[in-house]
């Protein structure tokens, strides 16, 4: 079973953590999606720990029960937090994996902390903003268009945004999820979206909305800054994967990655959308032990 706690963050804030998997395995640091909360998630907790792993998450500032940030900040900020919670678990080397929105952090972690980081994976992440030789919105859905497009906007526009329309993603139940969340999920992807793993979903959703939208607000607002850090300055193993049936996150920004983070593997599929590619996490968790040298 994991275990729900709450860190001392920086500024006198509070991170809320799990912490689950094997609790005497390597650590594996993951970054949940935009947006998310700590939830716990049977299978992926069974799923670490036959893999030896420690499995350690937490949610971002605004979400959850973690105190907000004054200024959104930018992906780089969230090694902060990441920080934190490692050397509040006493925790010194790990590998790091995150999943569409906590792809660019989990590359934060390979770039800025080098000598902890020993490996780091992207799965169905995104690709920078203004990545330059990339449609950032082609293939995309259009929920997708016109969320990003008023976190263009500044904080205030996008936070009145996010009340009117995408609140009721927040509320949504696990029957409900798939149909609030509209174009952007796929057929592949609404296959996948029952049972336990739409109850995660789902959850994740509430907790991510427990104070209100300032959580997907900064979250909107840092995919739309530069990431503030240098993508071409990883010397750590990383590998990216990515899906062509995926609609929140095009296949393009997975080959995007896969061609400039210096020495990327790319897993790049077909047959995988967004959603149903978290059914190879035990593909993507092996293959990350073997690249961090586990």
């Not at 010194?92 to 989990?106: E, N, V």
């Not at 980081?117 to 330059?132: K, L, W």
């Not at 049972?195 to 979903?201: C, H, L, M, S, Y």
Request: aromatic residues 8%.
């Amino acid at each position: 079973m994991s275990d729900l706690l709450h860190a001392p963050g920086p500024d006198g804030r509070t991170i809320e953590v799990l912490d689950g998997g094997d609790p005497e395995g390597f650590a594996v640091l993951y970054h949940g999606g935009s947006p998310s909360a700590v939830a716990a998630y049977q299978p992926m907790d069974d799923t670490a720990r036959e893999l030896g792993l420690r499995l350690v998450t937490y949610s971002r500032p605004g979400y959850g029960a973690s105190t907000p940030r004054p200024d959104a900040g930018t992906y780089a900020d969230d090694v902060t937090e990441s920080t934190v919670v490692l050397d509040h678990l006493g925790i010194d080397d790990f590998l790091t994996f995150g999943w569409s929105g906590g792809g660019p952090r989990a590359l934060a972690c390979a770039a800025l902390l080098p000598d902890r980081c020993r490996a780091a994976a992207t799965v169905a992440g995104v690709a920078p903003y203004d990545a330059a030789d990339l449609d950032w919105f082609d293939g995309m859905a259009e929920e997708n268009h016109a969320e990003y497009h008023a976190a263009e906007q500044g904080a205030d526009a996008y936070a009145a945004y996010l009340e009117a329309e995408f609140s009721p993603v927040l509320r949504a139940s696990a029957a409900e999820v798939a149909e609030a969340m509209g174009g952007l999920v796929t057929p592949v992807d609404k296959a996948v979206m029952t049972g336990d793993f739409a109850d995660w979903i789902a959850r994740t959703f509430h907790r991510a909305g427990a104070q209100g939208v300032v959580g997907v607000r900064d979250d909107g607002l840092a995919a739309v800054r530069p990431w503030g850090f240098d993508l071409d300055g990883i010397r750590v193993p990383v590998a990216v994967w990515q899906g062509r049936e995926d609609a929140m996150v095009p296949f393009a920004h997975g080959e995007w990655l896969a061609a400039n983070v210096r020495g990327a593997e790319a897993h790049l599929f077909d047959d995988e959308g967004h959603l149903s590619l978290v059914t190879r996490l035990e593909t993507v968790l092996t293959d990350l032990r073997r690249l961090g040298g586990i």
